[in-house]
């Protein structure tokens, strides 16, 4: 039997983390493989040659400058997989519009294709579930719902669970985390996430600032933080903070998650941890006209958050656009803070969001899966 060669294909710093797992896990099950990628340094500290770093990758846009440097890595990989390397699996992690593109020219060449966090296409563009249908021989798929979906299309399926599952630390020593940061322990505490992308910043920091003291003017019991993302430059998180004196916490994200009383999010990945940790939340969101205008267009939910999407019903509270304002922010962070039977009500449902993930552990399970196919290969 000779060496098998697998090739992983990500294209952002989340992506980089759930293949490296996925990576380790294979390596364990099966010491016979050659791993080689375009990633990160989680890659590569899993023990996967880079064939390219993310450098490359991470701009996110459309500026033609971005299109071109895409297009030559693309047609980089290509060549490299067809003349020299001859994988016998490609592996797709998340990163949509670039894997995608790539994958019509791999199923061309023959090779055997995996998606692990497939593109979300149930939240909009649907249309690309056919290019799925066509390219990809499996998804490996981390939303429970997604499964049914993919084989009433006819693609192969294997749910893995999500990976947030197995990853997220356990929740914080809610003393401890008040005496590192020198917060108030008799004091409710609740934590401002303003988004991880300039645009978000832009968008939600002013009126989450706002928020904050005119809750605080309500009720003094209440202390603030602002967490800072720690992908993003001090400096760009500084010009939309003005003037403040809460306390900003940078990258103890999930710590900070887990000892909140309630949070104030932008929309992403943390809504979903601060389920897992049933910490109640509220999600604002808001972005430029022109871009609303088009999610409208492409979206196939009406609803933005995981943590409801995954429910199939609102839980979380969702503030979009024009609705995004100091009082109605007020309103439902009092309700979380303040009405007791809704709070116990609300956290009661966040623990159903967990019990709908289950306990798989994500990456092992695609591990699994991907080595049945390599061990399968003659």
């Known amino acids: 039997m000779s060496m098998k060669k697998v090739f992983i294909i990500t294209g952002e710093y989340s992506g980089d983390i759930h293949a490296s797992q996925v990576a380790r896990r294979l390596y364990e099950i099966n010491p016979d493989i050659t791993i080689e990628g375009v990633g990160g340094e989680n890659l590569k500290s899993a023990g996967v040659k880079l064939f390219s770093d993310h450098k490359k990758m991470g701009a996110v846009g459309i500026s033609p400058a971005i299109i071109f440097s895409h297009y030559i890595l693309g047609k980089n990989i290509l060549k490299y ?12 992690t998340d990163y949509g519009a670039f894997n995608l593109s790539i994958s019509k020219f791999l199923k061309k060449a023959g090779i055997k294709i995996f998606y692990y966090i497939p593109p979300q296409v149930w939240a909009s563009r649907k249309w690309r579930i056919n290019t799925i249908k066509k390219n990809i021989d499996e998804v490996l798929c981390i939303f429970p719902f997604e499964k049914e979906m993919y ?27 008040f005496e590192k940061y020198g ?15 300039k645009f978000e910043l832009k968008q939600l920091m002013n009126v989450f600032v ?34 403040t004196d809460y306390k900003i916490i940078k990258g103890d994200n999930q710590a900070l998650l887990s000892v909140s009383d309630a ?9 979903l941890e601060a389920a897992i940790y049933k910490t109640p939340m509220i999600i604002a969101y808001r972005g430029p006209w022109l871009f609303y205008m088009i999610y409208l267009a492409v979206r196939c939910i009406k609803m933005v958050s995981l943590p409801n999407i995954i429910a199939g019903k609102i839980i979380v509270p969702e503030i979009i656009q024009a609705d995004v304002n100091v009082n109605k922010i007020t309103y439902e962070i009092e309700k979380i ?23 798989k552990i994500s990456s092992s399970e695609a591990a699994k899966e991907i080595n049945n196919e390599l061990v399968n290969i003659s």
């Open 81 to 92: 997989l067809t003349e020299e390397y001859k994988p016998d699996v490609v592996i797709l």
């Open 151 to 177: 084989e009433s299309y006819g693609i192969k399926t294997h749910y893995c669970g999500h990976p947030l599952v197995s990853q997220l630390p356990p929740k914080a020593d809610r003393d401890a985390f």
């Open 183 to 197: 917060l108030d322990k008799n004091k409710k505490l609740v934590a401002i996430f303003p988004g991880s992308r």
């Open 210 to 243: 706002k928020t904050a003291k005119n809750l605080e003017n309500l009720h003094p019991d209440i202390q603030f933080v602002i967490s800072h993302a720690p992908n993003l430059p001090d400096n760009v998180f500084e010009k939309y903070l003005t003037k």
């Open 263 to 271: 949070l104030i999010l932008a929309s992403g990945t943390v809504a």
């Open 337 to 359: 803070l303040y009405d007791n039977e809704y709070r116990k009500n609300y956290i009661e449902q966040l623990s159903d969001i967990k019990n709908l993930l289950s306990d």
